[in-house]
């Protein structure tokens, strides 16, 4: 069974950090891109960070050189280092696999709110 949960997120002023982690099943972790999205109200659902099971990342413009995403391959955990937060950062966020045709179902996703 495939499982995703998500938690770290919060309510924190502009320029806060925050640290987001999804523990994931080995069905999903292990050998797979991981990655993290994010849904802000109204609108749909956005990749913002790739990991690859050795370590490549990459990262959607908006968020480049302020998030920094990172994976446990022992714990089949995967991190989202979120510095220098904005307003229009305020979503729920999601960890699942990496590549379209990977992702499962989804977990419940953790809010992160940034007041400016």
């Known amino acids: 069974q495939v499982q995703l949960v998500e938690s770290g997120g919060g309510l924190v002023q502009a320029g806060g950090s925050l640290t987001l982690s999804c523990v994931a099943s080995?069905?999903?972790?292990?050998?797979?891109?991981m990655g993290w999205y994010r849904q802000a109200p109204g609108k749909q659902r956005e990749l913002v960070a790739t990991i690859t099971s050795g370590g490549n990342s990459n990262y959607a413009d908006s968020v480049k050189g302020r998030f920094t995403i990172s994976r446990d391959n022992v714990k089949n955990i995967v991190f989202l280092q979120v510095n220098n937060l904005k307003p229009e950062d305020t979503a729920v966020y999601y960890c699942?696999?990496?590549?379209?045709?990977?992702?499962?179902?989804w977990g419940q996703g953790t809010q992160v709110t940034v007041s400016s």
């Open positions: 080995a069905t999903i972790f292990r050998l797979n891109t």
């Open positions: 699942n696999a990496g590549v379209a045709s990977r992702i499962q179902s």
